[in-house]
């Protein structure tokens, strides 16, 4: 790098510029850097200004809007500086002079715009249609820049966007209004304008937007300012929460006389800045809070959201298994009940009991609950009019089965005959709950 540097012919402190220039503007081209830096004699401060204003006014980051927001000329209050209005004396005559100025300014303004007015209505100004504002404003900076230097940095964009930055950033705007058939115009550009303290000042306090009133851009806002020599110098700011004309200045003057009336203006207008941001802090922080309570509002609904739908779905869920259980038992019963029917269809259709003879066996019948029943069956009984009297009795199982003892052996449901299965009189029969 120290080889390039010199190859290049700079110093080390130049050097260091351009590396900082780099690397806060993003430009990766040296070359480009190092020509930026040498336009504004080396000056880093000035060089940057110049690339964040270029970056804002193709378009400006802030202004969105279409159109200026409207500015407010407010003639009583404005200060009005003009190169060949000493300072007033005090007292009376002090009055008396300030009096008549105003008159007289009053009265020129309104007849000035009379005539304009007029003479609108008799000739054509091709200046009245403002086709490209922003041509207008750079081709000014350009010729500006290529006739006069060193020079404040210039707003690169259009005046309404000039406007809605310093509205939005509430800071001074300062609009320079050139017109090169003035006499004094030449002069104040390579003196006035070219004095470093006067450069300082407004890159440090202001946004600088120039443009010419022989293009349509700065005719329509030197209309619009209505300001009655050249070069002129207006300063606008927030005020009242309206941004105002608060200053102009006419005609030549010195550095240090532009300095000192700058200075006067912003040490007047800057309360009215700081108000503006303190008012905007307490809207931010008014709707950073209304935000955190509006978040906490939606999370606590959220919370309270799921705890009823938690509630809805248990009480759903409940209500399902009511529902199951009450169907459960309505099945049960009508199981219970159609169970009992049977029971008494099958003890109805049971043969009569026989007396006791050899042809009749008496068998007893041990329930799983323990009771115990007796009866006396044919031989030519079937094991099917066994099962039934077993089935009819109520504190039998609903399905079962019949074994013997001794030897143990299952007695199975049928049309085969108690004979046929071997079964005698005496025999002790069990019965098994299949479903236990």
Not at 193 to 211: K, M, R, S
Not at 213 to 234: F, I, M, N, T
Not at 336 to 341: D, G, M, S
Not at 342 to 366: C, D, F, K, Q
Request: some cysteine; overall charge negative.
């Amino acid at each position: 790098m120290d080889l390039e540097d010199n190859a290049m012919g700079l110093t080390h402190d130049q050097t260091d510029k351009i590396l900082q220039f780099q690397d806060l503007t993003g430009i990766e081209d040296m070359s480009v850097c190092r020509d930026v830096l040498q336009r504004h004699q080396w000056d880093l401060e000035v060089a940057i200004q110049e690339q964040l204003n270029i970056r804002e006014g193709r378009p400006s980051v802030f202004a969105t809007e279409a159109r200026a927001p409207p500015v407010v000329h407010d003639h009583i209050a404005q200060q009005v500086f003009t190169d060949d209005s000493p300072e007033a004396p005090a007292g009376v005559q002090g009055l008396f002079r300030y009096v008549v100025n105003f008159v007289v300014s009053m009265c020129y303004n309104t007849l000035s715009s009379i005539m304009n007015l007029l003479l609108s209505f008799i000739r054509n100004d091709e200046r009245r249609l403002v086709t490209d504002p922003l041509g207008d404003v750079m081709g000014f900076i350009n010729s500006y820049t290529a006739r006069y230097t060193p020079h404040p940095v210039f707003y690169q964009g259009t005046y309404a966007q000039a406007l809605n930055d310093a509205k939005n950033e509430l800071r001074f705007l300062i609009v320079y209004l050139h017109s090169e058939s003035a006499t004094e115009t030449q002069n104040f550009c390579r003196t006035t304008l070219a004095d470093p303290e006067v450069i300082q000042y407004i890159n440090t306090h202001a946004l600088f937007w120039g443009c010419s009133v022989d293009s349509s851009e700065g005719w329509r806002v030197a209309q619009s300012v209505g300001g009655r020599r050249y070069p002129l110098l207006c300063v606008v700011c927030v005020r009242d929460h309206r941004m105002t004309v608060v200053a102009r200045s006419e005609g030549a003057c010195s550095g240090q006389q532009l300095l000192q009336r700058l200075r006067r203006v912003v040490t007047d207008n800057e309360p009215h800045l700081a108000a503006a941001r303190a008012d905007r802090v307490e809207r931010e922080v008014t709707a950073r809070l209304r935000a955190a309570q509006d978040e906490a509002y939606a999370e606590s609904l959220a919370a309270d959201q799921e705890k009823e739908r938690r509630r809805a779905a248990d009480r759903a869920a409940r209500a399902q298994r009511e529902h199951e259980d009450l169907q459960r038992r309505e099945q049960e019963e009508r199981r219970k009940e159609e169970v009992a029917e049977a029971r008494t269809a099958r003890g109805a259709r049971l043969p009569r009991e026989p007396a006791a003879g050899p042809s009749a066996v008496a068998l007893l019948i041990r329930l799983p609950a323990g009771d115990r029943l007796t009866r006396r069956f044919l031989l030519a009984h079937t094991t099917q009019d066994l099962y039934d009297f077993v089935f009819s009795h109520p504190q039998s199982p609903e399905e079962f089965e019949i074994t013997t003892n001794f030897p143990k052996r299952t007695i199975a449901r049928g049309s085969a005959s108690l004979l046929e299965v071997g079964l005698k009189d005496r025999d002790v029969l069990f019965v098994n709950d299949i479903n236990a």
